[in-house]
């Protein structure tokens, strides 16, 4: 049994730079990642302490503003959270928020959320850590509500409203939700309202045994219809380990590229662990549940060849009218995609090389 792949950190590092993002995610839906994942941490403890997973200045761009660009950059692969953290979230806000990415995408977002675990960060947002839990169940269901119901209300300890409503409503109904989490409340929680798991770092031992664990939370809950299981390995996916997490039941391997490596370095790991090359199941364009959702249209994408003969005429189109006088007029812009930014693999991707005047010529200004 295959499984697909996934790509986690759109939103870190060199991802936190749009240009470079953009480039990933193109190159991830070519290559045949079923999904892009962004992570979700508002603020962390200054100085870094355990078990804080990032130091505080590290690059790390907002999970739902990131899907948003993503979603801009690419044409069928799916957008998820990975993973809100739910209690320290307005859930009227997020709600609209994730509403608006997935129209945006045309019905391609997955949302992913947990309880948390970051004491400090938790704190720093209002939210004692005792609450956590209580504060997911009612976030989640108020953000459905609006979601779905014809007159959207909910009241409850954490979230109380009536008389209002917000369009438009999502694509897809109902929105995918993924469950992260690994304690015994996690699981049940998962059990009763998600239709899918997400389990970060565990290796093919932990992931059967969680695997094991869902499906007696399950049976214990009364559910009837399938889990979808998403993993994140703790090292890079190759052809025995895919095959064994598929054996073990995991649905979705979503991949962590190295921190802190240019760009250049995290294009060619996306290369190298594509699901062509580790024996993943390719995706033919985003990732779906079992129950019906938003159908995918987009453009058929071209091929990189076809790209670069394009941004080769855009090139040449833009010379020849640099030789010709300016008449205030601004020139057009050639439509589809922004050209592959210059400079060495790994270097600023926003930056182009400055320019100087020939010796003994006088510059221009433009």
Not at 102 to 116: I, T
Not at 323 to 333: D, F
Request: aromatic share 4%; proline share 11%; hydrophobic share 35%.
């Amino acid at each position: 049994m295959a499984l697909t792949l996934g790509l986690y950190g759109l939103n870190l590092h060199a991802c936190a730079d749009p240009r470079g993002s953009a480039r990933i995610a193109a190159l991830a839906e070519e290559l045949g990642y079923d999904s892009l994942w962004a992570g979700d941490h508002i603020v962390l403890p200054s100085p870094r302490t355990d078990p804080s997973p990032l130091d505080p200045r590290a690059p790390f761009l907002d999970a739902v503003v990131s899907l948003t660009h993503l979603a801009a950059a690419t044409d069928r692969i799916a957008l998820g959270t990975g993973v809100i953290v739910l209690p320290q979230r307005n859930p009227l806000i997020l709600a609209k928020q994730l509403a608006s990415v997935d129209v945006l995408s045309g019905g391609r977002l997955v949302f992913g959320l947990a309880a948390g675990y970051l004491e400090p960060e938790l704190r720093a947002l209002g939210v004692p850590p005792g609450e956590r839990g209580a504060r997911t169940d009612e976030h989640l269901a108020a953000m459905r509500s609006l979601w779905y119901d014809d007159a959207p209300a909910f009241h409850g300890r954490h979230a109380d409203f009536a008389g209002v409503d917000a369009h438009p409503r999502p694509v897809q109904r109902p929105v995918p939700v993924v469950m992260g989490g690994h304690g015994p409340a996690a699981l049940r929680r998962t059990a009763r309202e998600a239709d899918g798991w997400y389990g970060w770092m565990l290796g093919r031992r932990a992931a059967a045994d969680a695997v094991a664990r869902l499906r007696e939370a399950a049976r214990e809950a009364g559910r009837d219809r399938p889990l979808h299981i998403s993993v994140s390995p703790p090292r890079p996916p190759d052809a025995g380990s895919v095959r064994d997490y598929a054996e073990a039941g995991v649905d979705r391997l979503i991949v962590v590229p190295p921190m802190s490596v240019p760009l250049g370095d995290l294009e060619r790991f996306v290369q190298a662990h594509a699901p062509a090359e580790v024996g993943g199941l390719p995706s033919g364009g985003g990732v779906r549940r079992a129950a019906p959702g938003g159908a995918l249209g987009g453009r058929a994408r071209r091929r990189p060849s076809e790209r670069a003969g394009a941004r080769g005429t855009r090139v040449s189109r833009r010379r020849r009218r640099r030789r010709r006088p300016r008449t205030g007029v601004p020139s057009r812009s050639a439509p589809g995609r922004t050209p592959a930014p210059r400079g060495r693999p790994g270097g600023d991707p926003c930056r182009r090389p400055p320019t100087r005047p020939r010796s003994g010529r006088r510059s221009r200004s433009r």
